[in-house]
Every structure is written in C-alpha cells, then in structure tokens.
C-alpha cells in the first residue's frame, strides 16, 4: 500500500509542477495575497480629510478647532467660508467631515451658555462614520472638560472638586491595530481557498483528460487514490502556511505568541475539512470550471458566516446556528487565538474538537461518494 501511494505521490508532484503557471499560484499567488490585504486590510481611521468652516472665529472657536486639527485624526484640507461649499466638499467627495461653528459660540461660553458646534460627515460607510463621530466626542469632550476645569480653578473649587481617571489596558493588542487582527485571518482564508481548489481539480481533472479510467482499472484502492491524490495539496497547504506565516510575522510585524507547531497540527485538522469538501466537489462535477464555480459557491458563505469581517454575534440568531457547522469559525478562532493570545491546546481544545469533528464526517462522506463514483 505504501508503494502504490508513494507512486500516486511523485505521479501528482511531477503533473503539478510541471506546469511552471502552477508553481505560481502555489508559492507566489498566496504571498502576493497576503501582501495586498496586509496594506489593504487596514481598519485603523487615522487622517481624516476635513474642511473647516469657522463663522465665529474667536479665541474659542479657535481653540476647539486646534484641538480637532492637532489630533492625529483630523487633517485640515479645505477651509470654506460659505454653506455652498460645505454641500460641494462632501458631494464631490473631496473631504469626509465638516467642522462648522456658527455665529455665538465663542460669545455664548464666555455668558455661560450651551454653545452648539455641527459636525457634517460622509455617512455612506456607517462604521466609518460612527467611528468619527468617537473621535469628535472625545476631543469636544476634553474641550468641555478643559473649560470646567478652568471655572472651577476660578472660583476656587479646585481642592474640594474630585476626579476620576480612566486607565484601560488593552490585552493582546496593546496599540490596537487591526491589521494585527485581520491577517492571522487572512492567512486562514488563502489556505481555505487554496487547498479548495487544488483538490476539487483532482478528479476532475483526471475525468476531462481521460485517464481516469487507467486509475480505476489499476491495482490500486479507492482510499490508496484518495490518499495519493490528496496528500500533496496538504503538504503544500502547510508550506503555504509557513511561507505565509514568516511574511507576516517579519514583513508585517505581526506577532506570534503561540507556538508553531500547534499552528501546524490545527493546519492539519483543517485540512481534513477543506480537502474533503474540495474531494466530494471533484466527484461531482464534470469539468474543471464547474468544479472552480462549486468552490466559490462553498467558499464566498463560508467567508461571510465566519466572523472574518462581520462578528457573529451581531447576526440574526438562525444565522448564528447556522454558522456552527462552518469550519473556517472554528479556524479563524484558533488562528488569531495563537497568535495574538499565544494560548495552547488547553485553551483551543474546545475549538479544535468541533473542527475535528466536522473533518472526519466531511472526509467520510467524501470518500463514500467518491466509492460510489468509481463504482
């Protein structure tokens, strides 16, 4: 048995890189990948272009906008002097935020007033905009805070005024970058995808060039076949890993806190996943481009019902039922968690078991349709 599966073995590792196009999509395609959405997988609002429109322009409202425009957040581009070019900068796009500050303002604080300032953004991207608005409320409250303080300093009130001071700790991601949370899972997602297409075209690909048949009348089983035909996309899914990996930790900085190898051991029960579904697509379709369109149409809900860009727990709850039996969850939970967290399998065991047993049923299933193909 070990004879005949080595032989399936070189006979896939010679068609696979005799093809210098596909030694490109293996190594190259993933690290380009991972490039790409290491810059563009980046959630983190910085420089947000604004215009300013200042109608008072007092010490006051001076002073508000320096504490808006001294931020690391806010960045002046356009100062407009008139509600025109307020409505042309946000239609055409040029500036994302407004700052206006009417008539009074200055005038009102100094008589102890409420004073009112209008923030106008771009709300077309609602978790950009909310995002924003936190900003805005922090400085104006810093603001409001700064002008309490110097009452209270006035009257004399400083010693009896108590305070309270917020000191947060973030863990695991100490300056929160997102790119730190969103690579670790888009390395799940490339071997999701990878090893999905590889193995759909395994059989398949067999069927349109015709030796399929050769394969069936040969000595060998059906899980010797299965066996050869699906353990070269594994060990080239763990190369991805690795290659992927050493991108991200020394090009991206990301860190790695857990340990590798378990990286790999959970890569492995992944795989028995992955590989199955792409095993039982193969056997089902006819062609290779019937086979590539069953992947997407796995792999696009799969993305989506994961948590990878929207948290589970703000899903309807059918839908969060639902995502149970997706085993890129499970996966995307393991990764980050051995990164960012660097816990062991003390802590991911309850990830890994469901994953594990999602693998053995999809492998299953996979192998008996593919008996039942043959036959």
């Known amino acids: 048995m070990f ?8 006979k896939e590792f010679k068609q696979i890189f005799r093809d210098p196009r596909m030694k490109t999509i293996i190594f190259i395609t993933p690290l380009m990948q991972i490039l790409l959405f290491g810059y563009a997988a980046n959630k983190d609002i910085n420089y947000i272009p604004t215009a300013i429109y200042d109608r008072d322009n ?74 924003i608005m936190g900003y805005a409320n922090t400085i104006v409250g810093n603001y409001q805070y700064g002008l309490l303080r110097k009452e209270i300093e006035k009257r004399g009130w400083s010693d009896t005024m108590p305070n309270v001071e917020l000191r947060d700790r973030a863990w695991f991601n100490g300056n929160l970058i997102s790119r730190n949370y969103y690579l670790p899972g888009v390395i799940a997602t490339i071997i999701t995808m990878m090893s999905l297409l590889l193995s759909s075209m395994a059989i398949v690909k067999e069927k349109e060039i015709g030796t399929m048949e050769q394969l069936t009348v040969s000595p060998l089983r059906p899980i010797e076949l299965i066996v050869g035909k699906l353990l070269p996309f594994a060990l ?19 860190p790695l806190r857990g340990n590798l190898i378990l990286l790999l051991f959970s890569t492995c029960i992944y795989l028995f996943t992955t590989l199955g579904i792409g095993l039982f697509i193969s056997t089902i379709s006819a062609t290779q481009q019937e086979a590539m369109m069953s992947v997407f149409l796995f792999y696009m809900p799969a993305i989506l019902l994961s948590g990878f860009a929207y948290p589970i727990a703000n899903m309807p709850a059918p839908i969060q039922y639902f995502t149970f039996i997706n ?11 051995i990164f960012l967290k660097g816990v062991g399998i003390d802590v991911l065991w309850s990830q890994l078991l469901p994953l594990l047993i999602i693998g053995l049923f999809v492998v299953i299933l996979s192998t008996l349709k593919f008996r039942k193909s043959l036959a």
Do not use: C, H
């Open 3 to 10: 004879e005949r599966v080595l032989a399936i073995l070189r």
């Open 58 to 131: 007092t010490k006051e409202s001076r002073q508000l906008l320096r504490d808006f425009t001294y931020s690391k957040y806010f960045i002046p581009k356009d100062y407009i002097y008139t509600d025109q070019q307020q409505n042309d900068v946000l239609d055409k796009g040029r500036d994302s935020v407004v700052i206006r500050i009417d008539r009074g303002f200055g005038r009102d604080l100094r008589a102890g007033k409420d004073a009112n300032i209008q923030l106008a953004y771009d709300g077309t991207d609602s978790n950009t905009a909310m995002v």
């Open 236 to 254: 080239i899914s763990l190369i991805q890993v690795v290659l992927i990996t050493a991108l991200g930790v020394l090009w991206f900085r990301i």
């Open 327 to 337: 085993p890129l969850r499970y996966f995307l939970v393991v990764v980050r968690s």
